[in-house]
């Protein structure tokens, strides 16, 4: 039985917008079939603090994934960012990914410890303490994605399948 991801993307939130970084990334990633992976794609979902975090929730009840890895337009920053940890009220949940092992020698992905106080630190909240609470060996990752250029694009892409690789234990790190 091949191992299971779930993936999701956020829709766009501004009018200057013309898509999602996230969303772009997971339309790319959608598109390659040799991926040895089962893969759920939840694409697009809606830029609100209690809609996004329900619905992936209850993808993951459906779906019960290996592993959870959420994506967000990051559109002020230029590299792919990992996000160690979210913040709910006065508690700090960390992914149970060790983060510099699974950066190691990515060219265009870093670390991050600010998921950015917005929804996407409130899914990725979310996730992480339903994870804690009922799915105690699946795991999450946030990963924050820079605006899509045609200089950026294909490193963004390579770095993003690594990270898959490496978190289902296929990466050669």
Known sequence: MSMKILLTSFDVWKTHHKSNSSDDLLSQVSQITSLPYSLKFVRKLPVDYQKAPDLVIN???????????????????????????????????????????????????????????????????????????????????????????????????SDFLSIIHRVMGNGDW
């Open 59 to 157: 993808h993951i009840k459906e779906f019960q994934p290996d592993i959870t890895i959420c994506c967000g337009m990051a559109e002020t920053r230029h590299k792919l960012t990992v996000e160690s940890n979210a913040i709910g009220g006065d508690v700090r949940l960390k992914t149970q990914i060790n983060l510099t092992r699974l950066v190691q020698n990515l060219p265009y992905t870093e670390i991050s410890h600010n998921a950015g106080k917005f929804v996407c630190e409130a899914l990725y909240y979310s996730v992480l303490k339903h994870l804690d609470d009922s799915l105690p060996k699946s795991q999450c990752l946030f990963v924050h994605v820079p605006l899509f250029s045609e200089t950026n694009k294909d490193v963004i892409i």
